[in-house]
């Protein structure tokens, strides 16, 4: 960790329901083209929310 460097809990949240999303999609019971969609989304908000 750097000195002076936080990182705010809304980053972490959304960081940790995309890895989520990606990991787990059998979780909130979502098959077929649902499932794809889990993945994909997952993948997007991890990506937007390193890019802010």
């Known amino acids: 960790m750097l000195w002076g460097v936080t990182t705010p809990w ?15 999609p059998a979780v909130p019971g979502s098959q077929g083209t649902a499932a794809d969609s889990d993945h994909l989304m997952g993948a997007l908000l991890i990506t937007v929310d390193d890019y802010w």
């Open 10 to 24: 809304n980053l972490l949240l959304a960081a940790g329901l995309g890895g989520w999303l990606m990991a787990a």
